[in-house]
């Protein structure tokens, strides 16, 4: 049985009757080291929620465990104010956020080392030393008798009056942001690594101060020692642990049980017979249906992120009573399994229960020893023994064969949380003729996409400036992660009518967990598979997984939504973004910024101070009428020309109805502008799609052959780009 022998025999003068003697000191010694009983260490679930109560025990951290800790100081919530939008018929939004800085108690003595740091079960900081939220700083203080007060404890609480918790190891987090927690203070657990990963034997060691010596019992990953004695620090190892506490040489050990060799007993030669005492050898058996027919013991697994494991042993036979133990330490499965075989057979062990009577002179037997009585099977422990009139009487419980062991055992499935570095920020700016990149009210709005060359990458803060980045202003933050990447192979000009079967284009993305599809047709023509490539947008068909976070992209359908004019002008290097909703951030851009350059800095984990700043040239694209399509020309019998054209529409796209596309501008107008020898000749606008150019005007403007003639939509917000046809003689 996994018992903790808790009175002990001190064998201080030589002899049998200095055994006896020394039995009765050992015991005040024990009571001195081991007790009192009323408190007991942390149970498995202390070390997982995190307290600020007041008298809350703060454990003593032996080798690597994760822990909760205790708030011992906080500051109030600090709200911080951002203002973003305000555009055209829209108020301006102002979003608020909190941070706070606290100290968390995590050891009652040294540390070394905080690794991972969760939150609210979430990763917060990972192996690497890098966070997953925004932490303006960190520290830890390791708990030397002689640390000093921490800064910022310092400076809120004024000189003289904060704490330096010396001896006591904590950690100070400095205006942790508390949007991704639901503006409070999160729950936090620590991986915390302390001065030692070490034995039961040698722990206890050092609870006693050196009162008491330990052999090497069970190597523990870690271990969370609490109370208010080495006993009820203990307490939760020797409740699950096969151990004794036995005198040695005048001085208390503790040791695996039946580590010492059992003690031969010869009751029949040696039995006593003094007047009023003695009898002989009983031995007894507990009916087996009260006994357990399982055993578990829960843990801490390091294979598991150091979350809850345990370990079961059953005998097989039918019953329902179990045996539940919970160990606040650091155990592999295997060691976890050997307890919990060993709880059970130390259960059905002890179901055998002797006492035999011994003469005075085996006085120096002593509780806690393993013996074996001849002509009886199996070992036993001594429990108690008594010396009336000359006579030892010992009380014995059966032992089992073995001791704790290491059995095959599996930790079972770890839901663990990827540990992923969140890196830099890497930004594209979309001025592109989509729906997201315009209000209904007619704002201007530049579409920002954002990722991050680590997998770990999640969000960054944005601000804009419209004036060469003299001023900035907040425009909130990014949204979901955008697939993105650069371009390796331009694709060749081509048409938009039909499917691109020719050419072909290769892209690399960010990182390895950004993937790309193959879509249907079908799917392509309800926008599935549209990509930002260059200023051309392109639906590709085929995605072909190239390795190394490469893929070649075919079965092309070009300029998307009027960007023909951009085809054939890509280069290698060029940004590549997946068009997604969920992952474009509208900015919106006021009136008097189009036509001119828009900064954004984004500011994210792995920035740096200065943040990363991307900027291009907006032009308002989807507030601007596609160019007019079929610019055709006719002769005229007097040498002059007919002209005209197809309208298009930028809210028309869809082509619902099957005929004419909706205007989607105040009112219908176009300029023609005429080239001849390379000078303008004419620029002349009309409000239908058709302009006639007779023979005596062309002849009056000296616009001989070849001619050139470009068309532009005047929009409401500004002209499209031109439709351009060359007529020659």
Do not use: C
Request: hydrophobic share 45%; glycine share 12%; net charge neutral.
């Amino acid at each position: 049985m996994a018992t903790l022998v808790l009175s002990t025999v001190g064998q201080i003068v030589g002899g049998p009757v200095g055994g006896a003697i020394g039995a009765v000191i050992g015991q005040q010694i024990d009571g001195r080291i081991l007790a009192p009983k009323a408190r007991h260490g942390p149970r498995l679930g202390d070390l997982t929620v995190q307290t600020s109560r007041y008298g809350s025990q703060i454990p003593r951290i032996f080798g690597t465990m994760r822990v909760a800790g205790t708030v011992v100081w906080s500051t109030d919530l600090q709200e911080h104010r951002a203002a973003s939008g305000g555009g055209k018929g829209r108020p301006k939004t102002v979003n608020y956020s909190y941070s706070a800085s606290f100290a968390v108690a995590l050891s009652g003595r040294p540390v070394r080392e905080v690794r991972r740091i969760w939150a609210d079960g979430k990763l917060l900081r990972g192996i690497a030393g890098d966070w997953k939220s925004e932490v303006g700083g960190f520290r830890l203080h390791p708990g030397s008798e002689d640390q000093a007060v921490d800064p910022l404890v310092a400076a809120v609480e004024g000189a003289g009056q904060a704490p330096a918790y010396r001896g006591m190891a904590y950690a100070v987090f400095e205006d942790l942001q508390l949007a991704d927690f639901g503006n409070r203070i999160p729950s936090l657990s620590f991986e915390l690594v302390a001065e030692e990963a070490t034995s039961i034997g040698a722990i206890a060691e050092e609870l006693a101060s050196g009162a008491l010596s330990g052999e090497p019992v069970l190597a523990l990953g870690g271990y969370a020692a609490s109370g208010d004695s080495v006993r009820s620090a203990i307490a939760a190892l020797a409740d699950v642990v096969p151990l004794s506490l036995a005198d040695r040489d005048g001085r208390l050990r503790l040791e695996a049980q039946g580590s010492a060799a059992a003690v031969a007993v010869a009751v029949e030669a040696e039995g006593a017979a003094a007047a009023g005492a003695g009898g002989p050898m009983e031995v007894r058996r507990r009916a087996a249906s009260g006994l357990p027919v399982e055993a578990t013991v829960a843990y801490h697994d390091p294979a598991r992120d150091w979350q809850a494991g345990v370990q079961r042993a059953e005998t097989g036979e039918a019953g329902l009573r179990a045996d539940r133990r919970a160990l606040p330490a650091a155990l592999d499965a295997g060691a976890a399994k050997g307890l919990a075989e060993h709880r059970l057979a130390a259960a059905w062990a002890e179901r055998a229960r002797a006492r035999v009577h011994l003469p005075w002179r085996r006085a120096a037997l002593r509780p806690g020893l393993a013996v074996r009585l001849a002509g009886v099977a199996g070992l036993w422990r001594i429990e108690r023994w008594s010396l009336e009139a000359m006579v030892l009487t010992l009380d014995l419980a059966g032992l089992p064969s073995d001791g704790a062991r290491s059995s095959p055992a599996e930790p079972g499935r770890s839901v663990a949380e990827p540990d992923r570095v969140h890196g830099a920020t890497s930004l594209a700016l979309l001025d592109l003729p989509l729906p997201a990149a315009a209000e209904p009210g007619g704002q201007a709005q530049l579409l920002v996409a954002a990722a991050g060359a680590s997998p770990g990458w999640r969000s960054a803060a944005l601000s804009v400036s419209f004036d060469g980045g003299a001023t900035w202003q907040s425009a909130g933050r990014t949204p979901a992660p955008a697939v993105m990447g650069t371009l390796l192979t331009a694709p060749a000009a081509a048409g938009a009518a039909l499917l691109d079967m020719r050419h072909g284009l290769e892209v690399e993305l960010l990182n390895e967990a950004m993937w790309l599809e193959s879509r249907s047709d079908a799917a392509l023509a309800d926008g599935a598979n549209l990509a930002a490539v260059g200023d051309e947008l392109i639906q590709f068909g085929i995605a072909e997984p190239l390795g190394d976070r490469r893929f070649r992209l075919s079965r092309l359908l070009r300029g998307r939504r009027g960007t023909e004019w951009a085809t054939g002008g890509q280069a290698p290097g060029d940004r590549f973004v997946l068009i997604e909703p969920a992952a474009l951030a509208p900015v919106p851009v006021p009136p008097a910024a189009v036509n001119s350059e828009v900064r954004l800095l984004a500011t994210g984990l792995e920035d740096g101070g200065d943040g990363v700043v991307a900027a291009r040239m907006f032009d308002a694209a989807a507030l601007r009428p596609p160019a007019p399509v079929h610019l055709r020309a006719a002769r005229r019998p007097d040498g002059g020309l007919d002209l005209a054209w197809t309208r298009r529409s930028r809210i028309g796209w869809d082509w619902i109805g099957g005929t004419d596309t909706p205007l989607g501008e105040e009112r219908e107008a176009y300029r023609v502008t005429i080239w001849s020898a390379g000078t303008v000749r004419r620029v002349a606008e009309t409000a239908v799609p058709a302009f006639a150019y007779p023979g005596d005007l062309r002849q009056a403007d000296g616009a001989a052959a070849p001619i050139a003639v470009e068309v532009v939509q005047l929009g409401t917000h500004g002209a499209s780009r031109p439709a351009r046809i060359v007529i020659g003689r």
